[in-house]
């Protein structure tokens, strides 16, 4: 396949940098070839990626990759796990971060499944897990990929942070336990996150860890944390958001806190 006349029908940036003539019968031609040959145009496609920081231009690489990804969904499904999964298993080769973060990127558009893997090794990779994160949120079934990421986070405030939002994002039941070990995080953000992955999860079971932990905040992780209370109790039967109010009673009891008092009154 030559990917060139294919690149060719994508416009180049003018003097101003903007791409300001597109040819729209061109590029719907070039998407479709590319569609109709999958596996083989994504491979080139990815070899023509550069770093920002790098002499030359990839400008048309990117508009094709950028424009297939978004069509090919509502064209050709068996083209579009072929087009994702090479271009997912493009990211095992050597590459700049930034490319592989721009591949990333459109793998949340047109990925599935088949890429979710590939992605996930990515939640452990600072500049790159943000973008994983993102990408497989928006894929979905890809709670088992945060699971084994967290452990691997140890010590990386920043990564943890990613993993303990994806997870309670995605409310998995099988996550309780890594939320219940997070409530203990250094992390005043990370406990945050715990507390807010369990009420995702939503048992009943794991209130009174869930109260043990939270009175322990102070300040705005204090204010955080009562308020999360308050979700909690909403997903619970009354037996269970009444041990929830009447704990914000016993704990809530500065002439700030008064809201919360009336709040816990009036529902109890």
């Known amino acids: 396949m030559d990917i060139q006349p294919i690149l060719d029908a994508f416009p180049l940036p003018s003097n101003r940098g903007i791409l300001n003539e597109i040819n729209k019968d061109a590029t719907d031609k070039a998407i479709a070839q590319i569609i109709a040959e999958p596996a083989e145009a994504a491979k080139l496609l990815a070899g023509k990626l550069l770093d920002p920081d790098d002499e030359g231009s990839d400008v048309q690489a ?66 790159l897990a943000d973008d994983a994160g993102q990408a497989l949120l928006a894929i979905g079934d890809s709670a088992e990929q945060f699971r084994k990421a967290l452990p691997k986070t140890k010590g990386n405030i920043s990564l943890r942070q990613v993993n303990l939002h994806g997870l309670a994002e995605l409310g998995d039941k099988s996550s309780k336990d890594a939320f219940l070990k997070a409530l203990a995080d250094k992390d005043g953000e990370c406990r945050l996150l715990a507390l807010w992955g369990l009420i995702q999860v939503g048992d009943s079971k794991t209130v009174d860890a869930f109260l043990k932990a939270e009175q322990k905040e102070k ?18 039967a009354k037996k269970d958001a009444s041990k929830i109010y009447r704990h914000l009673q016993a704990t809530r009891k500065e002439p700030s806190e008064k809201h919360l008092q009336d709040l816990a009154t009036a529902r109890l």
């Not at 949340?108 to 890429?115: I, T």
């Not at 705005?220 to 979700?231: I, M, S, V």
């Open 219 to 236: 300040g705005y992780a204090r204010n955080k944390a009562a308020h999360l209370c308050l979700q909690f109790a909403e997903k619970l």
């Open 62 to 127: 990117r508009h094709a990759i950028h424009g297939t990804s978004i069509r090919i969904p509502n064209i050709d499904r068996n083209a579009q796990v072929i087009f994702s999964k090479t271009l997912a298993d493009s990211l095992a080769e050597e590459r700049p971060d930034r490319v592989k973060a721009f591949i990333i990127r459109q793998l949340q558009v047109c990925g599935g499944k088949e890429v979710v893997p590939a992605i996930g090794k990515f939640l452990t990779v600072e500049g």
